[in-house]
């Protein structure tokens, strides 16, 4: 239990890509292993197979081989049993050829299958008899070598004419002729060739050697034996030598013969065991084959399956763990940050393992905490912010205002003469440009009264500038209060008004500065007294500027100074008493 | 660091799997010109043994291998550390039965080697058949001319590869015709052989010999193997007037021969000669008195030696009885001549694997020189004689001293180049 605890804490202690490294190892181990399985036993199930087919190929070569070589025994066989009837060169070609060619096959096919045994992957045992095959390859050559060497020496023994026998027979037969007629030595030729005969019969040496014997008795017989001319004598001595030759060497050849027979038995001993062994094995290897088969098929079956189920059930832990200690705290992580977006800041989530996870978790836990503090001191702020925004409004209220009056005095200072508090010039001009452009657009009439202070040298001479300032003053307020709401009065220059009268003919403004010039003369100035002005009237006609129109109503001023002061001087007046209508 | 963990883990494992699949290390590349026998650390060296183990002769047969076994055993029964595994073939001796039974031998690729024949005629059919297979055979037994050599020339059946140590009796006939040239003053002899190379090779060696004397061949007969009735060849021999039967014959023939020659009286007085297959003591017992006065001839034995008579006593130990005929002692310098052999060409690979190439194994055969065998010192020529040739006519005159008395009855002795 406590090994369990240490595991399991040890688990949650590792990080992430070493449990899933872990668990993907495992897995991944399981699936080679299965992998491994299915490849061992599918090697295994083909070299069975291959086993099989090598075995089969192989007993099939085996009987083969054995077909062949029984066919040739037999063509061997049936060559020595029809030789005598059939005759030797017939003999020959029906046998003797198609056995040698029968044998070359044996020995392909032994040769075959040697090679089909070297390179094939059955079983040691039927490999260690590749020196068994080799060794029927080798008594299969030898069979053809000694069928070869037998018919050799069956022709040295039985060909018809030159053949052993065929001698023997046909000296036999003149010995016979030469002898007729001489009784003792006929007995004696008689005994020979039946001893010879015995042997053919028997084949035991001893009675040719007795045939010999018997021969050399005739031999000697034939010196003295009556009847027989010297010449027959003679022929017949020398047939019976040449027929005791013959004799002589029968039993050699038939010795061999009977060794090369005995080859033969020989290698049937040697031979016959190996292919019988040969088939016996190779159906042995098949059934081997087979049951390893069935063997291998049945564990791989029972193994695959055993660690595909051992496979399944472990992907489900891994996939428990990696949930239990992964999927289950992100999705924990992604709910508290799902609900810390809801405003829920009392969200905490409960992660305690030490990988990154865990460190997350740690880390949200601490900001979500963080968050919250913020949160909190925010709506203070907010309002000290709030308050602190609305005195610097007021503030910046004030200012403004403060702005705005000090604009505005300053637009009037900018359009105020500062000593007399009239218009100024610029005023003045931009109220002539003003009514100028409205009266060209609307063919409104408008007129200017033009002012001058008479001899008011003499007052700032006489009295001083200060009370010159206290006359302009005065005079300024005279024009303020005499001229209507309309007009627009100003400081021209020096002690120069101006009155722009809008929308007033030239008659009425002649009428308010002879009102003005007669408040002028009844007004008493301080220190100074009596002070007259001179005034000049100008009316706006088409084609007038500003200037046109200032300098008009000037040179009417200038006529009324020099009319003596103290008058209004109308422009035009004296081209109408020039030119009465 | 992780994935390099990982990474290592994927490298172990495929080198793991690599590893699995790695075969075995390649065998060593054999140079030998006839091909190598390469011998595993625990498996056997085998060798081949073909004798004449069922038959007339089979006393012969079993005397080589017991000759091979006192070899092994001073050895341990093993060979450069590997145990040796004989592989005994019977030849029956007859030529097909030695041609057969080298089929069978030299058909498996681990023979190393054959220990062989028993007979002459099965030799020269099994040494035609190793040596086209590159094997190397030695005998301790095979004494025809026609194996190895015949008058400083390759005889008719030398095949490379076959050497012995049993002495070439090129020499045995002569001694023999020598013996009754000279020393009986025979004039007309007859022979009988049994058509084997052997007896063959013997009555050859005897009528050049006794003819180059001056002597006079009046049969040259043979008898086939298994025959019983003499009386025929006898009656020839009478006719020829024959002095002397020269006829090396093994049992039963010779028994025959003797026995039926004994019971004609035309051949009372004709001398009966036969050669060291007769000295034997199953042959003075069968034959007992018809064999007084009969003349053999064979090899020189060899001189009794502390070490012949240590190999002696350890026959007896070993096969509970005297060893009946002296030939187990070529065969044991046979034996040892071959072992010594496969030791000298023997080469230990690397991979634990004895190797040992044909052709080595044969050049350290012809090339043993002055070994000390117990039956001589023996050198081999290239022409696989490996023993000095020295031959004893015995007379027999008393049957109950048995074979010993034979050996020890020495009345001639002809050593050629000596």
């Known amino acids: 239990m406590k090994g369990l605890d240490a595991i399991s804490r040890r688990w949650r202690n590792l990080s992430i890509s070493v449990k899933f490294g872990c668990a993907f190892s495992l897995l991944f181990g399981l699936l080679a292993l299965e992998a491994l399985v299915g490849y061992g036993a599918l090697r295994v199930v083909l070299q069975a197979e291959s086993a099989i087919l090598a075995s089969v190929e192989i007993r099939q070569r085996v009987f083969e081989m054995d077909g062949e070589l029984e066919k040739a025994r037999r063509l061997h066989r049936d060559f020595f049993l ?270 305690t393992a030490g990988d990154e996870i865990g460190v997350l978790a740690a880390t949200f836990r601490d900001m979500v905490a963080r968050m919250q503090d913020l949160v909190a001191n925010l709506e203070s702020k907010v309002a000290q912010r709030t308050e602190e925004l609305a005195a610097t409004n007021d503030k910046l209220e004030q200012a403004v205002r403060e702005l705005d009056e000090k604009n505005q005095a300053l637009e009037v200072l900018t359009r105020t003469d500062r000593l007399t508090g009239l218009a100024n010039r610029r005023r003045l001009e931009e109220a002539l440009q003003t009514e100028v452009l409205r009266a060209r657009r609307y063919g409104k009439p ?76 009844t007004t008493d100035f301080p220190l100074v007294g009596r002070v007259t002005s001179s005034f000049g009237v100008a009316e706006f006609t088409r084609g007038d500027s500003v200037k046109s129109l200032v300098e008009r109503a000037d040179q009417a001023l200038y006529r009324a100074k020099n009319s003596g002061r103290n008058c209004v001087e109308v422009d035009g007046e004296n081209d109408r008493e020039n030119n009465p209508a | 660091m992780r994935r390099a963990v990982f990474s290592a883990q994927l490298s172990v494992m495929f080198a793991a799997l690599f590893l699995l699949c790695t075969c075995a290390p390649a065998p060593e590349p054999c140079t030998d010109k006839l091909g190598c026998v390469d011998i595993g650390p625990d498996e056997p060296l085998k060798l081949g043994v073909v004798q004449a183990l069922t038959g007339k002769v089979a006393a012969l047969g079993r005397e080589q291998v017991r000759g091979l076994e006192l070899a092994l055993a001073r050895r341990g029964n093993k060979v450069l550390g590997h145990a040796v595994q004989l592989l005994s073939e019977d030849t029956g001796c007859n030529p097909e039965g030695g041609a057969n039974a080298a089929l069978r031998l030299v058909a498996d690729p681990k023979v190393l080697a054959i220990f062989g024949t028993t007979c002459s005629g099965d030799a020269a059919t099994a040494a035609e058949v190793m040596s086209k297979a590159g094997l190397s055979m030695i005998s301790g037994n095979n004494s025809a001319p026609f194996l190895t050599s015949i008058g400083g020339k390759r005889a008719p059946k030398w095949a490379a590869g076959y050497l012995r140590t049993a002495p070439n009796e090129e020499s045995s006939g002569p001694a023999a015709a020598r013996f009754a040239f000279e020393k009986l003053g025979i004039r007309k002899a007859a022979t009988i052989n049994d058509g084997d190379i052997y007896t063959r090779g013997l009555t050859d060696g005897f009528r050049q010999e006794f003819e180059k004397l001056g002597g006079q061949i009046v049969l040259d007969a043979t008898v086939n193997k298994n025959d019983t009735d003499m009386e025929p060849v006898l009656t020839s021999v009478v006719n020829a007037r024959a002095q002397l039967v020269f006829f090396p014959l093994f049992q039963p023939e010779g028994n025959h021969v003797l026995l039926q020659a004994r019971k004609m009286s035309p051949l009372a007085k004709t001398v009966l000669m036969s050669d060291g297959s007769l000295i034997e003591d199953s042959f003075i017992q069968a034959v007992q008195k018809a064999a007084i006065g009969m003349y053999f001839v064979g090899p020189t034995p060899p001189k009794m030696t502390p070490g012949l008579e240590k190999l002696a006593a350890e026959y007896r130990a070993r096969y509970n009885m005297p060893a009946p005929t002296i030939y187990y002692i070529s065969a044991f310098d046979a034996a040892n001549i071959l072992l010594a052999a496969i030791e000298k060409a023997a080469v230990q690979g690397r991979d634990g694997r004895l190797h040992i190439g044909r052709q080595a194994l044969r050049d350290a055969l012809y090339a043993t020189s002055g070994h000390a065998g117990l039956s001589g010192q023996l050198t081999c020529n290239e022409f696989g004689d490996c023993a000095a040739q020295s031959f004893n006519v015995l007379k027999l005159t008393d049957p109950a001293s048995g074979v010993e008395g034979l050996k020890g009855n020495v009345v001639f002795t002809y050593a050629p180049g000596q």
Do not use: W
């Open chain 1, 82 to 351: 029809r030789y005598p009837e059939i005759g030797f060169a017939k003999a020959h070609e029906q046998y003797f050829l198609p056995a040698k060619a029968v044998i070359a096959r044996v020995v392909a096919l032994s040769e075959d299958l040697g090679q089909i045994v070297e390179a094939s992957n059955v079983s040691v045992t039927l490999r260690e008899r590749n020196k068994d095959i080799a060794l029927y390859l080798s008594s299969a050559q030898r069979f053809g070598d000694i069928f070869e060497e037998i018919v050799t020496q069956v022709t040295v023994m039985a060909a018809p004419e030159s053949g052993l026998l065929a001698q023997l027979e046909r000296l036999d037969d003149r010995l016979g002729d030469r002898l007729r007629g001489s009784t003792g030595v006929s007995l004696l030729f008689l005994e020979m060739g039946r001893h010879a005969h015995e042997y053919l019969i028997t084949r035991q040496r001893p009675h040719m050697q007795t045939a010999l014997n018997v021969g050399f008795n005739l031999d000697q017989a034939l010196g003295t034996a009556p009847g027989l001319t010297p010449a027959r004598r003679e022929d017949a001595r020398r047939l019976l030598g040449e027929y005791l030759a013959v004799a002589r060497r029968i039993p050699d050849v038939d010795v061999k013969i009977r060794g090369l027979f005995n080859d033969f038995a020989l290698q049937a001993l040697a031979v016959d065991p190996i292919s019988r062994d040969l088939k016996a094995l190779a159906a042995i290897e098949v059934d081997r084959a087979r049951g390893r088969i069935t063997g291998v098929s049945r564990v791989a079956s029972v193994t695959i399956v055993a660690t595909a189920l051992t496979g399944l059930g472990f992907a489900l832990v891994v996939a428990l763990l990696i949930h239990a200690t992964v999927t289950r705290k992100i999705v924990a992580l992604t709910q508290a940050a799902a609900q810390l977006r809801a405003d829920a800041l009392e969200v905490r989530p409960q992660t």
């Open chain 1, 446 to 521: 408008f007129s200017v009264i033009l002012l001058d202070i008479d001899h008011f040298k003499d007052v700032n001479d006489k009295f001083g500038h200060q009370v010159g300032d206290s006359v302009l003053i005065a005079i300024a307020g005279l024009l303020t209060r005499t001229a209507r709401e309309t007009d627009v009065a100003g400081r021209y220059g020096g002690e120069e008004f101006l009155l722009v009268c809008p929308e007033t003919e030239l008659t009425v403004v002649a009428a308010l500065a002879e009102r003005l010039r007669t408040e002028f003369t």
